[in-house]
């Protein structure tokens, strides 16, 4: 279990910027105007993480219809995300490394665990930096692309 309480609904995300797979800065500010899917990953190598992630690619489309932003993030470091992406075949999902300090966005989202990496979570950041969703899921539980799509969907419906 993650050592804090998770970010909850209506809270304000801390900034951050970290590298992705390609060594390029992503910093969260960046994308005020925009919805950004933070998806928390334990860690690299992994199956169910692999699918997560070929999740957020296979739905670019979709998601770039409703205005969002997805990257995945875990502890790994640059050159293993870069190598994963790789062999995932991803290549326009950024896949962030929470390298050092070791998982700090994860830390400062309450998602960090005990075992030295992030639980397995979905966190919806709005245009304005504001959490509208967050969920953390059983480490072995792929999330649900369809629920990240609809609370999307909702999302953009009630504005």
Not at 39 to 54: D, E
Not at 58 to 83: I, W
Not at 112 to 123: D, M
Request: include cysteine.
């Amino acid at each position: 279990m993650a050592e804090n309480k998770a970010v909850q609904e209506g809270q304000k995300v801390k900034d951050f910027s970290l590298k992705d797979q390609n060594g390029d800065d992503f910093r969260l500010s960046e994308f005020r105007g925009e919805k950004v899917l933070l998806s928390f990953h334990p860690l690299a190598w992994t199956s169910v993480c692999a699918k997560q992630m070929q999740a957020l690619e296979k739905h670019k489309r979709a998601l770039d219809k409703l205005n969002a932003v997805a990257v995945g993030l875990s502890v790994d470091s640059v050159p293993c995300k870069a190598a994963w992406a790789k062999s995932l075949m991803i290549k326009k999902t950024r896949l962030l490394a929470d390298f050092w300090p070791h998982g700090g966005v994860a830390k400062s989202m309450g998602l960090f665990r005990k075992e030295g990496f992030s639980e397995r979570a979905n966190v919806i950041v709005n245009e304005a930096g504001k959490v509208v969703f967050a969920k953390v899921y059983p480490i072995r539980e792929l999330p649900d692309m369809k629920e990240l799509l609809s609370v999307l969907t909702e999302y953009k419906n009630k504005k």
